[in-house]
Nanobody
């Protein structure tokens, strides 16, 4: 069974940066689309960023210019570089791979806290 393990979350001050990683237990080169979602307490889970196997990306308006999604097929890992973090970015962040096929596979989530 394919598993996704997320890491890189933590506590950061407003304006700071974090890089989230999502490591897959198998090869990801053939996966068409991978994405990051987030969910804050009392709110719906929302799409943050997505990337296709061809390198096309899409971002939520709220994170454009601040976040960058990337994938390293050789390391079987998906990344989310988060810069200029704001308090409203605080949430549990989840990676998803292959969402175009039966909803894809989800990671366990990693907590991002933005506070002074």
């Amino acid at each position: 069974q394919v598993q996704l393990v997320e890491s890189g979350g933590g506590l950061v001050q407003p304006g700071g940066s974090l890089r989230l990683s999502c490591a897959a237990s198998g090869s990801i080169f053939s996966i068409y689309i991978m994405a990051w979602y987030r969910q804050a307490p009392g709110k719906q889970r929302e799409l943050v960023a997505a990337i296709t196997s061809g390198g096309s990306t899409n971002y939520a308006d709220s994170v454009k210019g601040r976040f960058t999604i990337s994938r390293d097929n050789a390391k079987n890992t998906l990344y989310l570089q988060m810069n200029s973090l704001k308090p409203e970015d605080a949430a549990v962040y989840y990676c998803n791979m292959g969402g175009d096929y039966r909803g894809g596979i989800w990671g366990q989530g990693t907590q991002v806290t933005v506070s002074s």
